[in-house]
């Protein structure tokens, strides 16, 4: 099998547009505050009080919480299926692979994975995982050893549940 080369692969938002709206303004204006304090003290002159931010921390703030909106508004979860492998990652970290023959049963997952799992992202519940995106249906993965079920969420169900069933086969 040539390489980049899978049966299944879905590239799909973490988080509905509003919500990414919503927490890209909130860093935003987080980051707005430090880059004022570091501007006042440094360039302005401004007096500060005994208990400031001193400007090099109002810095690595600004520049912290800048990297973070970027990374926060370019997140995506990404599933793939190869001849043998099950890869789920979750933009630059977390990438996990999961064996096919160790699978021992694939279902449409029924309920509401953001409402169940309590949000967006990699999401550790009781007795299973997710990978939990904007997209509205799930397929459940149970395994052979024990572990975890894994929940994933998927804009086409069926069409992961067959790559996975035809794959490990």
């Given at each position: 099998m040539p390489k980049n080369k899978y049966r299944y692969q879905e590239i799909q938002p973490m988080m509905p547009p509003k919500m990414i709206a919503a927490a890209i303004v909130l860093l935003v204006i987080v980051m707005g505050l430090f880059g004022y304090m570091y501007i006042a003290q440094e360039f302005l002159e401004q007096p500060v009080g005994e208990n400031a931010l001193p400007a090099t921390w109002a810095l690595v703030i600004?520049?912290?919480t800048a990297l973070l909106t970027y990374y926060v508004s370019r997140l995506k979860i990404t599933t793939r299926v190869s001849n043998d492998t099950l890869t789920m990652s979750l933009g630059v970290i977390g990438k996990r692979k999961f064996p096919l023959d160790s699978i021992s049963s694939?279902?449409?997952y029924e309920g509401n994975p953001a409402a169940d799992f309590l949000?967006?992202?990699y999401r550790i519940?009781?007795?299973q995982t997710g990978y939990i995106g904007r997209a509205p249906d799930a397929v459940k993965i149970e395994f052979m050893n024990g572990q975890r079920?894994?929940?994933v969420t998927t804009d086409s169900p069926q069409k992961l549940k067959q790559s996975?069933?035809?794959s490990s086969s």
């Open positions: 600004f520049v912290g694939i279902e449409v949000g967006y992202g519940a009781i007795k079920a894994l929940v996975l069933t035809e």
